[in-house]
């Protein structure tokens, strides 16, 4: 009779321990791979055992810390009731989120946290870490005004890739502004552009003395588009030199072309009057 007590105590407790609410988690997705300072990213969370009915509430929560932040009104918690199924019968919980990288996210593995467990997760609810890959694909660039030759109206900028990310598609455009008055094409295909190389951009433009705005695009090393604003001065006076240098090139021309036709007028003047004279004695001998 005691063995017996024995054993159906040993099969109540096999029964309570298959019935114990025994949860886990993963994380199955990270969008974009890897994710970029500053930018979103979307992680999914799987957390398995909640189709026991004995788990109740399931709650996972993904903590607001560095390197992630939540955008106002999101909220961190994603809750199931034990035992419920989805509606596609699997036995588990999904949770997304979508979350901000900080803009000083270091590259490389960084660590975050969530935590889950049955109820309103208090002390008793399990901590677990896991890694988000971060790259900074962001470019850098530096934009200067090369030369601008105003017998032709010909404004050329120089555009530096001072990011260590190569970037594709890389476009120019001189949005509509006082400083500056585009004649023709406001934007400019530049192309491809390699880490810590540099390439140039024209337009025809009548730009004035102050700062011109000018709005870059590109496709970064994970194929997205992006596009930040940059600034640059045009300061006439660096250009003055070039403008009255092509002018005074005229005028040069010009007092050598009087100077040539003067002296070619003057031996051709000269060589008339002499055969008029050679004639006028010939004429003399005859008579």
Do not use: H
């Not at 309570?16 to 970029?36: F, G, H, K, R």
């Not at 502004?177 to 023709?184: A, E, S, T, V």
């Not at 540099?198 to 588009?225: C, H, L, Q």
């Amino acid at each position: 009779m005691k063995k017996v007590l024995i054993l159906f105590a040993l099969v109540l407790f096999s029964f309570s321990v298959n019935a114990a609410c025994n949860l886990e988690v993963t994380m199955i997705n990270q969008d974009p791979y890897p994710a970029v300072p500053g930018d979103y990213v979307k992680l999914v969370f799987q957390v398995t055992g909640t189709n026991n009915p004995e788990c109740r509430l399931v709650s996972i929560e993904l903590l607001e810390k560095y390197p992630i932040s939540f955008d106002p009104g999101e909220s961190p918690i994603v809750q199931i009731v034990g035992g419920t199924y989805e509606r596609d019968y699997s036995s588990y919980l999904i949770a997304p989120y979508k979350v901000r990288l900080d803009q000083d996210t270091l590259d490389g593995e960084n660590k975050i946290e969530v935590r889950y467990g049955e109820g309103d997760l208090n002390e008793s609810a399990i901590l677990k870490s896991f890694n988000i890959e971060v790259d900074d694909v962001r470019a850098k660039f530096e934009i200067f005004i090369k030369d601008y030759d105003a017998s032709t109206k010909t404004l050329t900028f120089e555009i530096l890739n001072i990011a260590e990310s190569d970037v594709e598609a890389l476009t120019l455009e001189i949005p509509q502004q006082d400083n500056i008055k585009i004649l023709g094409a406001k934007t400019n295909i530049v192309g491809d552009l390699d880490s810590n190389e540099y390439t140039t951009a024209d337009f025809t433009a009548t730009p004035m003395a102050g700062e011109i705005k000018i709005k870059v695009s590109y496709s970064d090393a994970i194929n997205k588009r992006r596009t930040l604003e940059k600034v640059v001065v045009f300061e006439p006076e660096y250009f003055t030199l070039s403008e009255e240098g092509t002018g005074r090139a005229w005028y040069v021309y010009l007092i050598y072309i009087v100077i040539v036709g003067a002296i070619v007028y003057y031996f051709y003047n000269r060589r008339k009057k002499k055969d008029k004279r050679v004639r006028k004695q010939g004429n003399a001998r005859l008579k």
